[in-house]
C-alpha cells in the first residue's frame, strides 16, 4: 500500500528561526512529490513539485529536497515568517497520476 | 496564475437536504478535477476523481449515491452531497489539473465548508 508518512506532526518555532519539515515515502513507481502550503480554512497552495532527477527545487524562502533512492524528501524554511504558520502537505504521484498525501506538519510560528 | 473557484466557502443546511458545491477552473480547461474531504486536522482525503463526459472514480468507502459528480464541461465540475446528516459536516475541496501529463500542476480551490444541523 502506498503511504506518505510526514515529521513531525506539528512544530512550533520562534519567528526568524529555520526548521526543517520531513516526507518520507513508499509510492512506487514514484513519479512527482508536491509539497503544499494550506492555511486554516482555505485550500493548498502549491510550493514545490520535483520529479525523479531533481534533487532541489527553491522557491523563495521554502527549499524542497528529494532523494529518491532513499525515498525521503524535505522542506527547508528559511527565516520563518508569522504568515508562515499553516499547515504542510506532502503528496506523492505514482505514474498514472494517483496521488498519495501525507498526513500535513502544522507548524506555528510565534513572534 | 491557474486558479480554481470553488463555491460557495461556506454552507450551512438543515439535515435531509442536498447541497451542491461547484468547481470551476478560471483560466484553464481541466479534463480532470478531484474532490476531497477534510476533518480538522487532518490532510485531505481523495473522494473522487471526475472526468469531463464520463462517470466519476469514486474511492474506496465514499457512497457515489450519496456524494453525486457530474463533470459536464472542461471547466465545471460539481458535487451534490444528497440528505446531508451532521456526520457529512466537514471542509470539501476540490482541484483541477490543465492536462493529464504527470507533472502537471494541481490547482486547488478554496474549499467548502458545509455545516449539518
Known amino acids: 500500500k502506498n503511504q506518505v508518512e510526514q515529521s513531525p506532526q506539528s512544530l512550533i518555532i520562534l519567528e526568524g528561526k529555520n526548521c526543517t519539515l520531513q516526507c518520507n515515502y513508499t509510492v512506487s513507481p514514484f513519479s512527482n512529490l508536491r509539497w503544499y502550503k494550506q492555511d486554516t480554512g482555505r485550500g493548498p497552495v502549491s510550493l514545490t513539485i520535483m520529479t525523479f532527477s531533481e534533487n532541489t527545487k527553491s522557491n523563495g524562502r521554502y527549499t524542497a529536497t528529494l532523494d529518491a533512492d532513499t525515498k525521503q524528501s524535505s522542506l527547508h524554511i528559511t527565516a520563518s515568517q508569522l504568515s508562515d504558520s499553516a499547515s504542510y502537505i506532502c503528496v506523492v504521484s505514482e505514474e498514472g497520476n494517483m496521488l498519495t498525501f501525507g498526513g500535513g506538519t502544522r507548524l506555528m510560528v510565534k513572534p | 496564475g491557474a486558479v480554481v473557484s470553488q463555491h460557495p466557502s461556506r454552507v450551512i443546511c438543515k439535515s435531509g437536504t442536498s447541497v451542491k458545491i461547484e468547481c470551476r477552473s478560471l483560466?484553464?480547461?481541466?479534463?480532470?478535477m478531484f474532490w476531497y474531504r477534510q476533518f480538522p486536522k487532518q490532510s485531505l482525503m481523495l473522494m473522487a476523481t471526475?472526468?469531463?463526459?464520463?462517470?466519476?472514480?469514486?474511492e474506496q468507502g465514499v457512497e457515489k449515491d450519496k456524494f453525486l459528480i457530474n463533470h459536464a464541461s472542461l471547466t465545471l465540475s460539481t458535487l451534490t452531497v444528497t440528505s446531508a446528516h451532521p456526520e457529512d459536516s466537514s471542509f470539501y475541496i476540490c482541484?483541477?489539473?490543465?492536462?493529464?501529463?504527470?507533472?502537471?500542476?494541481?490547482?486547488f480551490g478554496n474549499g467548502t465548508r458545509l455545516t449539518v444541523t
Open positions: 483560466d484553464f480547461q481541466a479534463t480532470t
Open positions: 482541484s483541477a489539473a490543465p492536462s493529464r501529463t504527470y507533472n502537471s500542476p494541481l490547482h
Open positions: 471526475s472526468n469531463e463526459g464520463s462517470k466519476a472514480t469514486y
